[in-house]
Antibody, heavy 120, light 108 residues
Framework: QITLNESGPAMVKPTETLTLTCTFS??????????VGWIRQPPGKALECLAL???????SYSPSLKSRLTIARDTSKNQVVLTMTNMDPVDTGRYYC????????????WGQGTMVTVSS | SYELTQTPSVSVAPGQTAKITCGGD??????VHWYHQRAGQVPVLVVF???NRPSGIPERFSGSNSGNTATLTISRVEAGDEADYYC???????????FGAGTKVTVL
């Protein structure tokens, strides 16, 4: 069974750095073509893919947020970590991680997400 | 940058057919994927690569992609199909996934 679980702070202050961890099981991030991505959703708004890391450690970032994002993996722990700097109230939302399977440019399995509120 | 356009809302009576569209320049050249997201729940992939269903997704869900428009069709709509529906492609310019703004499907 494939599962992904997001963890991190529920609240951060403006200008702080957010660090989120995605812990997954049931698949390997070393398998050709596999990736893990972070997708966020502000309340009542659409999905937005923030960053994606691939089996070969290649990375992809949202063009509009690239300067604020870093994605990294710890293959031994089955974890993917996202850091987002200079948080702002508009960054409030639910943050999901999802698996990109081999050969398909989509997210087939998602975690439950973690809600992050940016407020002073 | 590439953009996807979705109608904000669609209403459909139970038992009828709902068609949800996703527009983009030469969209037929790209693989389109569809998710539904019921209120307060996690997005679920319902169609991938234009017209393929993941295991566990009913045959009532089907997809097509031609010209500048991809369509998700839900046949014999049920109350449980009420959700937000998002299309998604891979933006080759940025090499990054791109989602549409979503369509809210209301079952009357």
């Amino acid at each position: 069974q494939i599962t992904l679980n997001e963890s991190g702070p529920a609240m951060v202050k403006p200008t702080e750095t957010l660090t989120l961890t995605c812990t997954f099981s049931g698949f390997s991030l070393s398998t050709d073509g596999v990736g893990v991505g972070w997708i966020r959703q502000p309340p009542g708004k659409a999905l937005e893919c923030l960053a994606l890391i691939y089996w070969d450690d290649d990375k992809s970032y949202s063009p509009s947020l690239k300067s604020r994002l870093t994605i990294a993996r710890d293959t031994s722990k089955n974890q993917v970590v996202l850091t987002m700097t200079n948080m702002d109230p508009v960054d409030t939302g639910r943050y999901y991680c999802g698996r990109k399977p081999t050969g398909v440019g989509t997210f087939d399995i998602w975690g439950q997400g973690t809600m992050v509120t940016v407020s002073s | 940058s590439y953009e996807l356009t979705q109608t904000p809302s669609v209403s459909v009576a139970p038992g009828q057919t709902a068609k949800i569209t996703c527009g983009g320049d030469s969209l037929e050249r790209r693989a389109v994927h569809w998710y539904h997201q019921r209120a307060g729940q996690v997005p679920v992939l319902v169609v991938f690569n234009n017209n393929n269903r993941p295991s566990g997704i009913p045959e009532r869900f089907s997809g097509s992609n031609s010209g500048n428009t991809a369509t998700l069709t839900i046949s014999r709509v049920e109350a449980g199909d009420e959700a937000d529906y998002y299309c998604q492609v891979w933006d080759s310019d940025s090499d990054h996934p791109l989602f549409g703004a979503g369509t809210k499907v209301t079952v009357l």
